[in-house]
């Protein structure tokens, strides 16, 4: 059965940092990754969606990466603000089948 | 933009009492979920529908709970008699055929009192 785990659970930084959230996954046959953004009380919001044949993917200050051979992704936040603050999902793909992790809140502080 | 519709978006009720959520997914997916979030954890898959037929419902309470997707469009999830660990966020998404994203709707908050 796919596990899902997102390191950290929380993170609190100010403003302008760069900073990286991780998601491993225990299934390496994946057909795609997606990262997805909660906001409290909100449903989710597709951030990157990253086949497995590919390396990353970039949405202005996102660039999330895959390494599925060590069941690895990251997403990372160039120069964080105020509105990036949520909560964001790391999701595998089996074949249309969607396994999750349990999140990272982000809060940045002004 | 398309997007899944799900009513109500908020809905409290007693326990044992009924309750329904509805989806409409994109026009033309033949793919829709049904998914649970409880507080604090990421979202789980209750139910798969490719049209109008059940694909994966192995974590669906059935003692309690029924989904039906009738004409291969929207769907209704339905919790009968609702207890209180169901309070929780519920998802509806759907996929495209030959798609790989699942695009979400906004969810419907359920509180069990």
């Known amino acids: 059965k796919q596990e899902v785990t997102q390191i950290p659970a929380a993170l609190s930084v100010p403003e302008g940092e760069n900073l990286v959230l991780n998601c491993s996954f225990t299934?390496?046959?994946?057909?795609?990754l997606q990262w997805f953004r909660q906001d409290p009380g909100k449903g989710l919001t597709s951030l990157l969606l990253?086949?497995?044949?590919?390396r990353e993917q970039t949405s202005g200050r996102l660039n999330a990466s895959l390494d599925k051979s060590s069941g690895r992704s990251t997403l990372y936040i160039a120069a964080s603000q105020p509105g990036d603050s949520a909560t964001y999902l790391c999701a595998v793909s089996g074949y249309s089948t969607l396994t999750f992790g349990k999140g990272t809140m982000l809060l940045v502080s002004p | 933009e398309a997007e899944v519709a799900q009513s109500p978006r908020y809905k409290i009720t007693e326990k044992s009492q009924a309750v329904a959520f509805w989806c409409d997914p994109i026009?033309?997916?033949?793919?829709l979920y049904w998914y649970r979030q409880i507080l604090g954890q990421g979202p789980e898959l209750l139910v798969q529908f490719q049209d109008e037929s059940v694909v994966d419902d192995s974590q669906l309470p059935k003692d309690r709970f029924s989904a039906e997707r009738l004409k291969g469009v929207d769907s209704t999830l339905k919790i009968q008699p609702a207890e209180l660990g169901d309070s929780a966020m519920y998802l509806c998404a759907s996929l495209g055929l030959g798609a790989h994203e699942q695009y979400f709707g906004p969810g419907t908050r359920l509180t069990v009192t």
């Open positions: 026009s033309g997916h033949a793919t």
């Open positions: 990253i086949q497995s044949s590919q």
């Open positions: 299934d390496s046959a994946i057909y795609n």
